[in-house]
């Protein structure tokens, strides 16, 4: 499950995961984020993981799907989360993405978010 953060504002935008994505979310998400990099050229992101678990193969490839399609589309990911194997996904993920990618812990989000705006 998903929802849009209110923080989201033009190229800035930020999603709450929680309890797993399916492959709808995902292609909500793409939706949003596609719509935003026709708007504006390039998106800024920030990723809030609360209770994530899992992710189904059918989500896993629609989301690299959607990442590449749109590596250089995103400039940067800033990724809030408390757990730490997370941390390193991070990593990963801004390798697939092309993007400058940063781990915040949730109490962060001031700071992400001033992360991303820079």
């Known amino acids: 499950?998903?929802?849009?953060?209110?923080?989201s504002s033009g190229k800035l935008l930020g999603f709450k995961i929680s309890d797993g994505i399916t492959g709808e979310d995902v292609?909500?998400?793409?939706?949003?984020?596609?719509?935003?990099?026709a708007a504006s050229g390039k998106i800024r992101l920030?990723?809030?993981i609360e209770g994530f678990r899992h992710m189904e193969p059918e989500e896993l490839l629609e989301k690299l799907k959607f990442a590449g399609d749109h590596a250089g589309d995103i400039e940067r990911i800033a990724v809030l989360s408390d757990r730490v194997w997370i941390k390193s996904w991070v990593e990963?993920?801004?390798l697939v993405a092309h993007?400058?990618?940063?781990?915040f812990f949730r109490s962060e989000v001031e700071a992400a978010w001033k992360w991303l705006e820079r």
Do not use: F
Request: proline share 0%; aromatic share 4%.
């Open 46 to 48: 920030l990723v809030e």
């Open 99 to 103: 993007a400058e990618t940063k781990h």
């Open 92 to 94: 990963v993920g801004g």
């Open 1 to 7: 499950m998903y929802q849009q953060l209110s923080g």
């Open 27 to 37: 292609r909500q998400i793409g939706a949003i984020m596609a719509e935003e990099i």
